[in-house]
């Protein structure tokens, strides 16, 4: 026989404001098998939960009843309370009488106050079917494996590493780097990106704890939290580990005037290549839709002079298994391609229309020009600069409704810039709002405004070429007059959207996306570098646009919870999953087909009857990868299924106590 | 192919060029515009700057003559007519409710039938090889500047084309032969709407587009639409002839370069009523 | 009806009498005094208004100025679009009745098919122009010439059940005071044989007349 103690919550004026909460502790002591009934103002505050304590100590207490705000709140706190006690902790029921009961029906107080003594006749009908319920040990590999190598990718790793644990980093690129090393400086503090991301991406690369594979993908993520195997496809790169970098391929291959992606088609590279200098790994790639070995089938001019004999045209793709108990997404972004949604900027069609990774990779020294700013369509210095904001961003009409966050800011910073490197340039920046909220932003913006941009507070609605001048027609929303630019150069801030291939990376692996693409994180403020899957984080801005500082601060973040999880070498496992009754079980496996973790399996069982012993099939539920949805319970038809914490006659009692 | 013709209230007087040349091109490709009979004006910018209802009602009277006449298709050569039976079509099929108070406005049992095509798309719609098949003479000293104005490409509930880049007249102007060139006023509005109340203000509008057209090294514009051609054809004389800054630039309906195309003579075609000077061009058609 | 709407838009300004005197103002050369603003708690329901006529919801609107910057006619108005569409947001509805810019607008749509928001700015155009026929509001300047022609169409569109280009000229003319405007036009055109001097009455004249009266009966019955 239960001995159950009820506690109401006023939660201030949130409960008690509406519900006669007195009312409801006298009503609940009246319950069967309710020894003890009382109430307080914040029941989660500390005398509160002390009041908790001893009740159950002095009335014997066999199980415990809050009636208060929503479980996903104080479930955990209120469970950990009544195990000081020295109950069990999953003798614990929540009657959620705030979020569905006060605040739902706040202007009808009596109905508010009857609908609380039915919540909580519920929950204690409930409390006396509770059982203690045991968490599992789950065994934790201590590796992590990071799927991306940018700066996100590339810092987590490095603070894993350095935390003793082995680190897995799988890029899509032929190098790591990301878009960070493409830069040119900084905001706002205008240090060169590169002198800062390439140390990184050496350490990267010759930490011993380290791994990485470029030019590779994610094909299949099987397991669950601190037991994931994956495979990774490692594309072909017809260049195998003998290569010392040396640079004698690509320097007589005859394959010229492939445009490289890596400065955004401004130059060109050849058929085997490394993308750029500082590329980690040195090691070239061959980029077999082009290659004149593949093409035609006759070449060979790389392997005939490469002095370490490393090309190989035969390699195929190969696909390699890696055992880790953490995964960390941190695929990064793209720019939108405005090319096919802005019609009014020209489709793409005037040469002198480029975007802001454009002018970051031609205002670089390593990059296409040398570091000068010049007009693509003529190579002359440009002296009116037009740039504009938000475009695909803050437009749900044509592409993103979002704010892209770091285009206000590497706007400026292209301005000033501009200023600085063309004496007697102008620059003309269209903008709808200046978002400058970071620390030494504001202070930036106002160096620029200082050093002479004009700063015109509306959106460019036509860019027409006159002459080999661009005419670009914005407004000044502020005089309320439309505007005429006379340009010779146009800089388009586009939209970070999501990476190519994101998704899949999301599927693969299993966790979800939001409504624009991008990674959803736990809780977007409480759990903000985890997924709603077991151990797999987030970091960067696959989880929404960011600047590099909030990029490197997210993955610094995804690597503590990631070293957290890590530093045991077992975790506990949740007990609310599903167990089977093998006894009934009469191995029909519906379940299985139901189940979206895949955790339940066949299992082959001896039963001994009179005279003989029998084999048969029972379903066995893998508790790792059970994540206690219940879908399998609803399936089965024999009842052989249950919900730990949830049973069918748990739940069977609530309904009579509800309908009474 | 026969489909319902909705000449539109200029059709013998400013627009009789386009209604000329429309009909014996579409003739010579084997579609019969049949006039429907007893139409009324489809209330232009006039009455929908004055009541909705009114805008709606007035268009929908042609509309249910059109299904009367038990067609299901009905295209007007002028932009602005097919732009209010197309945003009155779009509005009644959409809006049972509306559609009933309509009706009894008009007398009439209209049930949202009929679909409502620019003469550009009907054309469009010809298989290009027949329309390539009846030319016999080639416009290639003709450098256009295809102008489509608003009324055909906005609004997106009743555009027949992207409207920042249409490319529907390009494709058909290019079956002549012709050059079309790519410039950067394709879509820009003249201000036809305000023609006759502010002319001062239409002059501006029309020189911006003389100008983009002169930009482009185009030779002359053409378009689809009897109120753009009487506003470009007329108002940039205000600017060509005083200091010379832009060229004259002759304006034609691109039935005008398809007729021409096809060996009809430029008296069927009308082009001599125009008030800048074709002639010249005209000479140039071999 | 004209005066109780009158009154109506009196009550949802708070300035009352000051727009008109603006125009007033601005229509002798004056200096234009600009009171302010005053939000109290009398909210105002003009973008209430403009969103029943038009069905496009003008406080979505977030101030890019786009429809400006595109706008052919912007350099003509003295509001600009994005500016009317503030002035909507915040209630200043004689302000807005009585500008050039509602009857400039020549429906072009450009603004509506680049506003980020999806807002049809053309269509709330229409919708004021509406609602300043509505009010007996005739507008001054440009605007007035704008809706004398409007309704010299409309009548002879009433008279013939087709529009007559050459009678529309005619009283736009006489009812505008300017006898010989736009006569360079119509003599070339006469010249080219593009004028008909007879109007097409059609058949059924009677039914369009049908469609004014009927309306005209549903607004006085509303």
Redesign the interface.
């Given at each position: 026989m239960q001995r159950i103690g009820v506690f109401i919550c006023w939660c201030g004026s949130n409960i008690g404001g509406v519900v006669d909460v007195p009312a409801v502790a006298r009503e609940a002591a009246k319950f069967h098998g309710v020894v003890y009934s009382a109430e307080y103002k914040y029941m989660c505050s500390e005398p509160g939960q002390e009041m908790i304590v001893s009740a159950i100590k002095e009335h014997r207490l066999t199980g415990v009843v809050v009636a208060s705000c929503s479980p996903a709140l104080h479930e955990l706190t209120f469970r950990k309370n009544i195990a000081r006690a020295g109950l069990n902790p999953y003798m614990l029921e929540m009657a959620n009488i705030r979020e569905q009961c006060s605040w739902v029906h706040q202007h009808e107080p009596e109905k508010a106050t009857k609908k609380a003594v039915d919540l909580v006749r519920r929950a204690v009908a409930k409390a006396r079917k509770l059982e203690p319920l045991f968490e599992s040990a789950i065994p934790v590999t201590k590796r992590a494996l990071i799927i991306g190598g940018g700066i996100a990718g590339i810092q987590a790793a490095l603070d894993i590493a350095d935390a003793g644990n082995e680190v897995v980093i799988i890029e899509r690129e032929p190098t790591i780097g990301g878009k960070m090393v493409l830069l040119d400086k900084t905001f706002p503090t205008l240090d060169c990106s590169a002198c800062i991301s390439t140390p990184k991406m050496v350490s990267a690369a010759q930490h011993p704890n380290i791994k990485i594979y470029t030019y590779a993908e994610v094909e299949e993520v099987k397991g669950y939290i601190g037991n994931f195997s994956v495979t990774i496809k490692q594309k072909a790169r017809s260049v195998n580990s003998k290569c010392t970098g040396c640079g004698t391929c690509w320097a007589k291959c005859p394959t010229k005037n492939i445009p490289n992606e890596f400065d955004m088609g401004m130059s060109t590279r050849k058929a085997i290549y490394i993308p750029f200098p500082q590329a980690v790994p040195n090691r070239p790639v061959i980029d077999r839709e082009r290659c004149r070995q593949f093409v035609k089938g006759k070449c060979g001019v790389c392997k005939k002079f490469c002095p370490t004999d490393a090309i190989d045209y035969e390699q195929g793709d190969e696909f390699v298994t890696e055992n880790v108990g953490a995964i960390l997404a941190a695929t990064g972004y793209d720019l939108i391609d405005w090319t096919k949604i802005y019609g009014e900027y020209g489709y793409g069609k005037y040469p002198d229309v480029i975007t802001g990774l454009h002018f970051e990779r031609m205002v670089n020294a390593s990059g296409p020009t040398g570091g000068k700013i010049l007009r693509p369509s003529d190579g002359e210095q440009p002296k009116t600069i037009v740039f504009i904001k938000c475009v695909g961003s803050r437009d749900e009409a044509k592409a993103r409704e979002y704010c892209s966050r770091a285009c206000c800011m590497y706007t400026a910073k292209h301005a000033h810039q501009v200023l600085e490197k063309i004496p007697g340039s102008q620059v003309v920046i269209f903008y709808i709002d200046v978002r400058c909220a970071g620390k030494a932003y504001e202070e930036f913006y106002l160096k620029t405004l200082h050093e002479g941009a004009i700063y015109t507070r509306g959106r460019v609605s036509k860019i027409y070429p006159e002459g080999d001048k661009l005419i670009v027609k914005g407004a000044d929303t502020l005089l309320g007059r439309p505007v005429e630019v006379v340009a010779d150069l146009v800089v388009l801030a586009t939209a970070m959207i999501p990476s190519a291939g994101s998704a899949d990376v999301a599927r693969t692996v299993g966790f979800t996306v939001d409504k624009d693409g991008f990674f959803q994180e736990a809780h977007p403020k409480l759990r903000p570098v985890e997924t709603n899957t077991g151990g797999v984080f987030l970091a960067g801005a696959c989880q929404g646009p960011k600047d590099i500082p909030d990029t490197v601060a997210q993955a610094s973040g995804a690597a503590a919870k990631i070293i957290g999880l890590l530093s045991h070498s077992e975790i506990a496992g949740e007990p609310t999953i599903s167990s089977v009754n093998e006894a009934i079980c009469s191995g029909c496996l519906a379940c299985q087909g139901i189940c979206p973790y895949r955790a339940i399996e066949p299992k082959e069982i001896v039963e001994r009857l009179p005279g003989k012993q029998v084999t048969r099939v029972v379903a066995s539920v893998n508790s790792g990868l059970c994540q206690g949805c219940g879908a399998c319970t609803v399936a089965c038809r024999p009842g052989a299924l249950n919900l730990k914490g949830f049973t069918n006659e748990q739940l069977l009692s609530e309904v009579d106590a509800l309908c009474q | 192919m026969k489909v319902a013709y909705y000449p539109g209230?200029?059709y013998?007087?400013?627009a009789?060029d386009y209604e000329a040349s429309a009909k014996i091109v579409c003739k010579n490709i084997g579609v019969d515009l049949v006039e429907i009979p007893?139409?009324?004006?489809c209330?232009?910018?006039?009455?929908?700057?004055?009541?909705?209802?009114?805008a709606v009602?007035?268009a929908a009277?042609n509309l249910a003559l059109v299904e009367k006449i038990g067609f299901d298709t009905v295209t007007a050569s002028c932009s602005a007519c097919y732009q209010r039976l197309a945003l009155a079509q779009a509005e009644l099929a959409q809006d049972k409710k509306l559609l009933e108070q309509v009706n009894?406005?008009?007398?009439y049992d209209y049930k949202a039938t009929v679909k409502v095509s620019s003469i550009l798309e009907i054309i469009a719609g010809v298989d290009e090889e027949n329309i390539k098949a009846k030319v016999t003479k080639s416009m290639e000293n003709f450098r256009i500047a295809p102008y489509y104005?608003?009324l055909l490409v906005?609004?997106?509930k009743v555009?027949i084309d992207?409207?920042?880049?249409p490319t529907i007249m390009d494709r058909i102007l290019q079956t002549t032969g012709a050059q079309v060139v790519?410039w950067?006023?394709k879509?820009?509005?003249c201000?036809?709407?305000?023609s006759?109340?502010?002319?001062d203000?239409v002059t501006?509008?029309v020189s911006?587009i003389i100008k983009?057209a002169n930009?482009a090294d185009a030779n002359c514009i053409v378009t689809a639409c009897a109120l753009c051609h009487l506003n470009l054809d007329?108002y940039q004389s205000f600017v060509t002839q005083t200091k010379g800054a832009l060229k004259e630039t002759p304006i034609f309906y691109f039935t005008q370069i398809l007729g021409l195309a096809m060996g009809f003579s430029k008296k069927e075609m009308g082009v001599?009523?125009?008030?800048t000077d074709t002639a010249e061009l005209v000479k140039k058609v071999v | 009806m004209p005066k109780k709407a009158r009154d109506r838009s009196c009550k949802d300004n708070r300035n009352c009498f000051i727009p008109k005197l603006k125009t007033f103002q601005r229509g002798l050369g004056f200096f234009v005094m600009q009171q302010p603003i005053v939000i109290d708690d009398r909210k105002s329901d003009l973008s209430k208004e403009v969103l029943l006529h038009s069905g496009q919801d003008a406080s979505l609107c977030f101030q890019c100025g786009k429809c400006t910057a595109g706008c052919p006619v912007a350099f003509a108005m003295d509001l600009t679009p994005n500016q009317i569409m503030r002035m909507v947001q915040l209630g200043l509805i004689d302000d807005v009745l009585n500008s050039q810019t509602i009857r400039l607008c020549a429906y072009c749509s450009t603004c509506s098919v680049r506003c980020p928001r999806n807002i049809g700015v053309a269509d709330v155009m229409d919708s004021l122009r509406i609602m300043a026929a509505e009010r007996n509001i005739p507008g001054t300047d440009r605007s007035r010439k704008v809706n004398i022609f409007n309704q010299a169409f409309l009548d002879t569109l009433n008279m013939f059940g087709r529009s007559h280009a050459v009678l529309v000229s005619l009283l736009f003319n006489l009812r505008s005071c300017q006898p010989f405007h736009n006569a360079k036009l119509g003599l070339k055109m006469f010249n080219n044989g593009k004028i008909k001097l007879k109007p097409d009455r059609i058949k059924g004249v009677n039914e369009v007349k049908e469609i004014f009266q009927r309306i005209n009966r549903l607004k006085k019955g509303a």
């Amino acid at each position: 026989m239960q001995r159950i103690g009820v506690f109401i919550c006023w939660c201030g004026s949130n409960i008690g404001g509406v519900v006669d909460v007195p009312a409801v502790a006298r009503e609940a002591a009246k319950f069967h098998g309710v020894v003890y009934s009382a109430e307080y103002k914040y029941m989660c505050s500390e005398p509160g939960q002390e009041m908790i304590v001893s009740a159950i100590k002095e009335h014997r207490l066999t199980g415990v009843v809050v009636a208060s705000c929503s479980p996903a709140l104080h479930e955990l706190t209120f469970r950990k309370n009544i195990a000081r006690a020295g109950l069990n902790p999953y003798m614990l029921e929540m009657a959620n009488i705030r979020e569905q009961c006060s605040w739902v029906h706040q202007h009808e107080p009596e109905k508010a106050t009857k609908k609380a003594v039915d919540l909580v006749r519920r929950a204690v009908a409930k409390a006396r079917k509770l059982e203690p319920l045991f968490e599992s040990a789950i065994p934790v590999t201590k590796r992590a494996l990071i799927i991306g190598g940018g700066i996100a990718g590339i810092q987590a790793a490095l603070d894993i590493a350095d935390a003793g644990n082995e680190v897995v980093i799988i890029e899509r690129e032929p190098t790591i780097g990301g878009k960070m090393v493409l830069l040119d400086k900084t905001f706002p503090t205008l240090d060169c990106s590169a002198c800062i991301s390439t140390p990184k991406m050496v350490s990267a690369a010759q930490h011993p704890n380290i791994k990485i594979y470029t030019y590779a993908e994610v094909e299949e993520v099987k397991g669950y939290i601190g037991n994931f195997s994956v495979t990774i496809k490692q594309k072909a790169r017809s260049v195998n580990s003998k290569c010392t970098g040396c640079g004698t391929c690509w320097a007589k291959c005859p394959t010229k005037n492939i445009p490289n992606e890596f400065d955004m088609g401004m130059s060109t590279r050849k058929a085997i290549y490394i993308p750029f200098p500082q590329a980690v790994p040195n090691r070239p790639v061959i980029d077999r839709e082009r290659c004149r070995q593949f093409v035609k089938g006759k070449c060979g001019v790389c392997k005939k002079f490469c002095p370490t004999d490393a090309i190989d045209y035969e390699q195929g793709d190969e696909f390699v298994t890696e055992n880790v108990g953490a995964i960390l997404a941190a695929t990064g972004y793209d720019l939108i391609d405005w090319t096919k949604i802005y019609g009014e900027y020209g489709y793409g069609k005037y040469p002198d229309v480029i975007t802001g990774l454009h002018f970051e990779r031609m205002v670089n020294a390593s990059g296409p020009t040398g570091g000068k700013i010049l007009r693509p369509s003529d190579g002359e210095q440009p002296k009116t600069i037009v740039f504009i904001k938000c475009v695909g961003s803050r437009d749900e009409a044509k592409a993103r409704e979002y704010c892209s966050r770091a285009c206000c800011m590497y706007t400026a910073k292209h301005a000033h810039q501009v200023l600085e490197k063309i004496p007697g340039s102008q620059v003309v920046i269209f903008y709808i709002d200046v978002r400058c909220a970071g620390k030494a932003y504001e202070e930036f913006y106002l160096k620029t405004l200082h050093e002479g941009a004009i700063y015109t507070r509306g959106r460019v609605s036509k860019i027409y070429p006159e002459g080999d001048k661009l005419i670009v027609k914005g407004a000044d929303t502020l005089l309320g007059r439309p505007v005429e630019v006379v340009a010779d150069l146009v800089v388009l801030a586009t939209a970070m959207i999501p990476s190519a291939g994101s998704a899949d990376v999301a599927r693969t692996v299993g966790f979800t996306v939001d409504k624009d693409g991008f990674f959803q994180e736990a809780h977007p403020k409480l759990r903000p570098v985890e997924t709603n899957t077991g151990g797999v984080f987030l970091a960067g801005a696959c989880q929404g646009p960011k600047d590099i500082p909030d990029t490197v601060a997210q993955a610094s973040g995804a690597a503590a919870k990631i070293i957290g999880l890590l530093s045991h070498s077992e975790i506990a496992g949740e007990p609310t999953i599903s167990s089977v009754n093998e006894a009934i079980c009469s191995g029909c496996l519906a379940c299985q087909g139901i189940c979206p973790y895949r955790a339940i399996e066949p299992k082959e069982i001896v039963e001994r009857l009179p005279g003989k012993q029998v084999t048969r099939v029972v379903a066995s539920v893998n508790s790792g990868l059970c994540q206690g949805c219940g879908a399998c319970t609803v399936a089965c038809r024999p009842g052989a299924l249950n919900l730990k914490g949830f049973t069918n006659e748990q739940l069977l009692s609530e309904v009579d106590a509800l309908c009474q | 192919m026969k489909v319902a013709y909705y000449p539109g209230c200029e059709y013998e007087t400013n627009a009789k060029d386009y209604e000329a040349s429309a009909k014996i091109v579409c003739k010579n490709i084997g579609v019969d515009l049949v006039e429907i009979p007893d139409w009324s004006c489809c209330g232009s910018t006039a009455a929908h700057s004055t009541d909705h209802l009114l805008a709606v009602s007035l268009a929908a009277r042609n509309l249910a003559l059109v299904e009367k006449i038990g067609f299901d298709t009905v295209t007007a050569s002028c932009s602005a007519c097919y732009q209010r039976l197309a945003l009155a079509q779009a509005e009644l099929a959409q809006d049972k409710k509306l559609l009933e108070q309509v009706n009894e406005i008009t007398g009439y049992d209209y049930k949202a039938t009929v679909k409502v095509s620019s003469i550009l798309e009907i054309i469009a719609g010809v298989d290009e090889e027949n329309i390539k098949a009846k030319v016999t003479k080639s416009m290639e000293n003709f450098r256009i500047a295809p102008y489509y104005g608003c009324l055909l490409v906005r609004p997106s509930k009743v555009k027949i084309d992207d409207p920042e880049n249409p490319t529907i007249m390009d494709r058909i102007l290019q079956t002549t032969g012709a050059q079309v060139v790519d410039w950067s006023h394709k879509t820009e509005c003249c201000g036809a709407s305000l023609s006759v109340s502010n002319n001062d203000i239409v002059t501006a509008m029309v020189s911006r587009i003389i100008k983009a057209a002169n930009a482009a090294d185009a030779n002359c514009i053409v378009t689809a639409c009897a109120l753009c051609h009487l506003n470009l054809d007329y108002y940039q004389s205000f600017v060509t002839q005083t200091k010379g800054a832009l060229k004259e630039t002759p304006i034609f309906y691109f039935t005008q370069i398809l007729g021409l195309a096809m060996g009809f003579s430029k008296k069927e075609m009308g082009v001599e009523y125009n008030i800048t000077d074709t002639a010249e061009l005209v000479k140039k058609v071999v | 009806m004209p005066k109780k709407a009158r009154d109506r838009s009196c009550k949802d300004n708070r300035n009352c009498f000051i727009p008109k005197l603006k125009t007033f103002q601005r229509g002798l050369g004056f200096f234009v005094m600009q009171q302010p603003i005053v939000i109290d708690d009398r909210k105002s329901d003009l973008s209430k208004e403009v969103l029943l006529h038009s069905g496009q919801d003008a406080s979505l609107c977030f101030q890019c100025g786009k429809c400006t910057a595109g706008c052919p006619v912007a350099f003509a108005m003295d509001l600009t679009p994005n500016q009317i569409m503030r002035m909507v947001q915040l209630g200043l509805i004689d302000d807005v009745l009585n500008s050039q810019t509602i009857r400039l607008c020549a429906y072009c749509s450009t603004c509506s098919v680049r506003c980020p928001r999806n807002i049809g700015v053309a269509d709330v155009m229409d919708s004021l122009r509406i609602m300043a026929a509505e009010r007996n509001i005739p507008g001054t300047d440009r605007s007035r010439k704008v809706n004398i022609f409007n309704q010299a169409f409309l009548d002879t569109l009433n008279m013939f059940g087709r529009s007559h280009a050459v009678l529309v000229s005619l009283l736009f003319n006489l009812r505008s005071c300017q006898p010989f405007h736009n006569a360079k036009l119509g003599l070339k055109m006469f010249n080219n044989g593009k004028i008909k001097l007879k109007p097409d009455r059609i058949k059924g004249v009677n039914e369009v007349k049908e469609i004014f009266q009927r309306i005209n009966r549903l607004k006085k019955g509303a």
